[in-house]
C-alpha cells in the first residue's frame, strides 16, 4: 500500500528556534498534501493544503508566516515552524493524497514537537 | 461549513459484546472515512466508504453508510482487547482538494 513517511519522529527545541518537518510520499505522486495538529485528547484539526508547485491554502486562524509550507515537488511537502514557542508543541500529521483511484490520504506516522 | 459529530466520545466495553458508533455530517459528502489511532501513533486506515448503502467488514468492525440521513455507523461484533483505541470518522468535503472534515474521535476501552 501507499506509504507516506516523516522526518523527524520527534523534535525538542528551544523558544524561538525554528523547525522543519518534512513529508515525504514513497511510492506515489501527490499533487496534494495536508498538514494537520493534534493537541492531547483532541481530534485532527487541518492546518493547511499544500498543492505542488503552487502556495499553500491555510485554514481560517492558522498564521502563514508562522507555518511555512513549501511543496516544491510531488513527493515532498515541508512544514517549518518558525520561531516556535511552547503553545506550538503539539503532534503533527502530514497526509499524502493518492491522485489515483479513489483519491485516498495516506497519512504519514506524525511529528512530535516539544518547544521548551 | 461541514461539520461532523461522533457519539459516543467515549465507550467502555466488556469483551465479547457488540457496540455501534455513530457519524453524522452536516452537509452532503461523496465518501466518509473511518481510521483507528493507537495512542502516541498516527492514523490508521480502516475504511472508506463512497456510495449510499455501501457497507464494509473487516474482522470485528463493520462500518455502513446512508448518504441520506447522512449517518455512518461503525459496528463493534463480540469485542476484544485489540480493539481498543480511538477511532475517528473523517468526511471529504466539496471542492477539487478533497479536505477532510473529521470527528472528534471515540474512545474505546475494551475490559477484559
Known amino acids: 500500500g501507499a506509504v507516506v513517511s516523516q522526518h523527524p519522529s520527534w523534535v525538542i527545541c528551544k523558544s524561538g528556534t525554528s523547525v522543519k518537518i518534512e513529508c515525504r510520499s514513497l511510492?506515489?505522486?501527490?499533487?496534494?498534501m495536508f498538514w494537520y495538529r493534534q493537541f492531547p485528547k483532541q481530534s485532527l484539526m487541518l492546518m493547511a493544503t499544500?498543492?505542488?508547485?503552487?502556495?499553500?491554502?491555510?485554514e481560517q486562524g492558522v498564521e502563514k508566516d508562522k507555518f511555512l509550507i513549501n511543496h516544491a515537488s510531488l513527493t515532498l511537502s515541508t512544514l517549518t515552524v518558525t520561531s516556535a514557542h511552547p503553545e506550538d508543541s503539539s503532534f503533527y500529521i502530514c497526509?499524502?493524497?493518492?491522485?489515483?483511484?479513489?483519491?485516498?490520504?495516506?497519512f504519514g506516522p506524525g511529528t512530535r514537537l516539544l518547544v521548551l | 461549513e461541514l461539520k461532523v459529530e461522533q457519539n459516543p466520545l467515549f465507550l467502555s466495553m466488556q469483551e465479547g459484546k457488540n457496540y455501534t458508533i455513530y457519524c453524522n455530517y452536516s452537509?452532503?459528502?461523496?465518501?466518509l472515512y473511518w481510521y483507528r489511532q493507537d495512542p502516541g501513533k498516527s492514523l490508521e486506515s480502516l475504511f472508506v466508504?463512497?456510495?449510499?448503502?455501501a457497507v464494509k467488514q473487516e474482522g470485528r468492525l463493520m462500518a455502513s453508510l446512508d448518504t441520506k440521513a447522512r449517518l455512518s455507523t461503525l459496528h463493534i461484533t463480540a469485542a476484544v482487547h485489540d480493539l481498543s483505541a480511538t477511532y475517528f470518522c473523517?468526511?471529504?468535503?466539496?471542492?477539487?482538494?478533497?479536505?477532510?472534515?473529521f470527528g472528534k474521535g471515540t474512545l474505546l476501552t475494551v475490559n477484559p
Open positions: 497526509s499524502a493524497r493518492d491522485q489515483a483511484g479513489v483519491g485516498t490520504q495516506y
Open positions: 511510492d506515489f505522486q501527490a499533487t496534494t
Open positions: 499544500s498543492n505542488e508547485g503552487s502556495k499553500a491554502t491555510y
Open positions: 452537509t452532503t459528502s461523496d465518501r
Open positions: 466508504l463512497l456510495s449510499n448503502g
Open positions: 473523517a468526511v471529504v468535503s466539496g471542492g477539487s482538494n478533497y479536505k477532510l472534515t
